[in-house]
C-alpha cells in the first residue's frame, strides 16, 4: 500500500514506519522484556481479582433517548462523504494517472482506510453512519425487502472472503497505485454491493456481506460510543468486545486476517522479507500471494491451538466454542498494530491531501491558495512515533488481556485465572513480534 509513497523517500536512512533514522537509546531487547513484563503483570493482578463478578457485555453507563439534530447532521455528513466519494471516483479517472499528484490514492489508502479505521476504534462507528455506497442505495430505492433470505449457515462469510480480497489487492496488486484502477476497483465493489442489498435487503447486506462495515463495525465495539436505535450511549473502552455468546467461524477467519495482514504489511518492509525473496528466487507477486494465505493459516492454527488449551484448563468446553467466546479478545491487539504500523504513513500521506484539495482533478486550480504546498517528509518525529507505537502496543495488548480474563470469569468461574495461562503466553509473544516489526529498518524490495 505505501510503496507509491516510500518511492519519495531516501531508504537507506530510514527506521520501521519512521520518516528519519531513529537509533533506540537502549537496546530493543529491553524494550521487549519490559514490554512483555507488563503483559504478564497485568495478567497477575487480575488473577489476584479472580473471584470479582465479570463486567455485563457492552454495558452502557450513559444513555441518550434522543440525539439534538440527528437527521440532520446525518443527512449533512452522508452529503458531504457522498460528494467525497464522487470526487475521487472522478479524479482517478480523468485526472492525471501520477499517484503523487491524483488525489484517489491517498484519500483511499491514507483517509479512508487507515484514518476510519481509527476513528472507529477510538470514537465509533463513523462508516455506519457515512457509508457513501449505503448512502446511495438508501436515497435511490431506500428500504425494501430483499427478494431473498440470508442462510443462517453463511454468517460473516461474504465480509471475510472479500476482505482477503481486499488484502491481496491492497498488498499485492500493482492497481493498488493507479488512480483509474482504484476507482475502475471502487465502483466495482460498489455494483457488488448494491447487488447484494437488492437481493438480500440492505441491512442484511450490510451486517453480513458489507466487508467495511462489519470491519469497521468490529473495530467500533472497542470505541467508548454507540449509536443504536436512535439512542445514544457512553461505554468503557472495549466493553464492546465481550460478547453474550460465541462467535461463529466466519468472525474467527476473519479477525485472525485483520491480525494477520497488518502484521504481514509490516513485515514486507523488513530485510528479512528481502532475503526470503532472494532464498527463493520466486517473482515478488507469486510469494506474497503465497504469504498472504499461509500466513492466517498460521495464525488461525496457533489460536485454536490456545484455544484448546484454554477448553483444557477451564474444564473441558469444546473447541469451537471456546474460540468463539474469545476471539473478539483480540480486536484491541488488531487496533494496536494497525495504529503503530500506519501512524506515520497517515502523517505523511496526509501531507499530499493539502496540494491535492486545492487542484483535484490536476487541472491547475488553486481552490484554496494550497497548490505549492511544501511536503515535509520528517514533519513525524521518529522518537515520537516509536513510543506513540510501543504504548499502543502495550496498551492493546494490555486491554486484550483484561477482555480475555473477563470472559474466562462468565465461561470458567474460579478457575478463570488458570485458564488464561496460555492466552497470556499467545499476548507475550504477539508483544515481542509485533514490537520487533515496528523496530525494524526499511527496505525497499
Not at 461474504?158 to 471502487?186: D, H, R, T, Y
Not at 479477525?255 to 528481502?274: I, K
Amino acid at each position: 500500500m505505501k510503496r507509491w509513497l516510500l518511492a519519495a523517500i531516501p531508504l537507506p536512512a530510514l527506521a520501521h514506519g519512521f520518516g528519519q533514522r531513529f537509533d533506540l537509546p537502549l537496546p530493543l531487547w529491553m524494550f521487549m522484556s519490559g514490554a512483555g513484563a507488563t503483559v504478564a503483570v497485568t495478567f497477575l493482578l487480575l488473577a489476584r481479582q479472580g473471584d470479582l463478578q465479570p463486567r455485563p457485555p457492552g454495558q452502557a453507563i450513559t444513555v441518550l433517548e434522543r440525539i439534538p439534530m440527528r437527521g440532520a447532521l446525518e443527512t449533512a455528513l452522508r452529503a458531504v462523504v457522498l460528494a467525497l466519494y464522487l470526487l475521487v471516483i472522478c479524479a482517478g479517472f480523468i485526472g492525471t494517472q501520477n499517484p503523487f499528484k491524483n488525489i484517489a490514492p491517498p484519500m483511499v489508502w491514507a483517509v479512508w482506510w487507515v484514518g476510519m479505521a481509527f476513528i472507529s476504534a477510538l470514537l465509533g462507528d463513523l462508516w455506519a453512519l457515512v457509508n457513501p455506497i449505503d448512502t446511495i442505495y438508501r436515497w435511490t430505492l431506500g428500504e425494501r425487502p430483499g427478494k431473498l433470505a440470508w442462510p443462517a449457515w453463511a454468517g460473516v462469510w461474504p465480509a471475510a472472503i472479500l476482505f482477503f480480497v481486499f488484502v491481496n489487492m491492497e498488498l499485492n496488486w500493482e492497481g493498488s497505485e493507479q488512480p483509474a484502477s482504484l476507482a475502475a476497483a471502487m465502483l466495482a465493489y460498489s455494483c457488488l454491493t448494491w447487488l447484494g442489498m437488492f437481493c438480500f435487503g440492505r441491512r442484511c447486506w450490510l451486517e453480513h456481506g458489507e466487508v467495511f462495515a462489519v470491519v469497521f463495525g468490529l473495530l467500533a465495539r472497542f470505541a467508548p460510543n454507540q449509536v443504536q436505535g436512535g439512542r445514544w450511549q457512553l461505554r468503557p473502552f472495549g466493553a464492546g468486545l465481550l460478547v453474550e455468546a460465541p462467535l461463529g467461524w466466519p468472525h474467527i477467519v476473519l479477525v485472525m486476517l485483520m491480525l494477520s495482514s497488518v502484521s504481514f504489511d509490516g513485515l514486507l518492509e523488513t530485510q528479512p522479507w528481502l532475503d526470503l525473496q532472494t532464498a527463493f528466487d520466486a517473482p515478488p507477486a507469486l510469494l506474497r500471494a503465497g504469504a498472504l494465505c499461509l500466513l492466517p493459516a498460521l495464525f488461525l492454527l496457533a489460536y485454536l491451538g490456545v484455544c484448546r488449551a484454554i477448553a483444557g484448563c477451564g474444564g473441558g468446553a469444546g473447541l469451537a466454542q471456546t474460540a468463539g467466546w474469545y476471539v473478539l479478545t483480540l480486536v484491541p491487539i488488531a487496533i494496536a498494530y494497525h495504529f503503530a504500523h500506519y501512524l506515520s504513513f497517515l502523517a505523511m500521506a496526509g501531507q499530499y491531501l493539502i496540494p491535492l484539495a486545492s487542484d483535484p482533478l490536476n487541472l491547475g486550480w488553486n481552490l484554496f491558495g494550497t497548490r505549492f504546498y511544501f511536503i515535509r517528509l520528517g514533519i513525524v518525529d521518529a522518537r515520537m512515533v516509536w513510543y506513540v507505537s510501543l504504548f499502543a502496543i502495550v496498551a492493546g495488548h494490555v486491554a486484550a488481556v483484561w477482555l480475555g480474563h473477563q470472559t474466562a470469569l462468565r465461561q470458567f468461574g474460579a478457575r478463570a485465572a488458570r485458564s488464561q495461562l496460555p492466552m497470556l503466553a499467545l499476548m507475550v509473544t504477539y508483544t515481542l513480534l509485533s514490537l520487533w516489526i515496528i523496530a525494524q529498518p526499511i527496505v525497499n524490495g
